[in-house]
């Protein structure tokens, strides 16, 4: 038996003895996908944020990479820091925590980035009111951690971008 799954389009197979491996792990080993963080190791801090879609959910779903072992990825669609940024570009998400300013040591962005591209992809799909805004921002990424306190302007670069996809916004 076999556990399958596709990262970043990329189709993978691992046998089914594999399954208690950690995801982050295989992707750091197997792949040399390295954008994705390792940090806490425990699913506190978030770094290893990455995107998921399991059939029939279309969804994409914070999946924390350090703390889910490959059983549980079996069917799904895994989409890495690597596979959501554009070849030769960067994400509106990224260019925002750049203007802001939003990260100093950048260890812990590569999961605000994943955190927050889910965040608007889920509301390019279901608009919110202006009301509903900041706490759905902070259900999207007020449980990440920055050790060098960078929430408030990952917070207003995020809340930058996501004002495009309000109620009745232009």
Not at 1 to 9: H, P, Q, V
């Amino acid at each position: 038996m076999t556990i399958a799954f596709t990262i970043n389009g990329r189709r993978c197979e691992v046998d089914e003895s594999r399954g208690d491996e950690r995801l982050i792990d295989f992707l750091h080993d197997e792949l040399n996908l390295t954008g994705t963080k390792l940090c806490c190791g425990i699913a506190v801090c978030r770094a290893c944020t990455v995107s998921a879609k399991k059939p029939p959910n279309e969804a994409m779903v914070p999946t924390l990479a350090c703390s889910t072992p490959l059983s549980l990825v079996d069917g799904s669609d895994i989409t890495t820091i690597e596979g959501a940024t554009p070849s030769g570009g960067l994400l509106p998400i990224q260019e925002a925590f750049l203007r802001e300013f939003a990260f100093q040591c950048g260890y812990c962005t590569p999961g605000f980035v994943m955190a927050s591209h889910i965040f608007l992809d889920q509301l390019a799909k279901v608009p919110l009111s202006r009301e509903q805004l900041d706490e759905a921002i902070a259900d999207a990424i007020g449980t990440h951690i920055c050790r060098c306190t960078g929430y408030v302007r990952y917070y207003k670069a995020l809340r930058k971008i996501a004002e495009n996809f309000v109620k009745g916004s232009g």
